[in-house]
């Protein structure tokens, strides 16, 4: 019995790393996305400055769309956390 609680002790200690693991990755993954679009934007102005608006505006809702996407996953990782 005593082996029982352990070994779910143990499994409720590794989902709680993984969690942890999910939701660094995903805020790693989102940071990496925005700059990365940020460089493109900065480059396709820098070659054709007339197209600044629209390039700008196209950046900020793909900004917007992968800060959502890593909310999500930040959400999740901690409902796995404190939900049980």
């Known amino acids: 019995m005593l082996s029982f609680i352990l070994l779910q002790a143990a499994g409720a200690a590794l989902a709680k790393i993984g969690a942890a693991f999910g939701a660094g990755i995903s805020v790693l993954g989102a940071g990496l996305g925005i ?5 493109s934007a900065m480059e396709a102005i820098a070659r054709q400055p007339e197209a600044a608006g629209d390039i700008r505006s196209s950046m900020i809702v793909v900004a917007a769309l992968i800060e959502g996407v890593a909310f999500f996953a930040v959400v999740v990782c901690l409902l796995i956390l404190f939900v049980k």
């Open 35 to 39: 700059s990365r679009i940020g460089a």
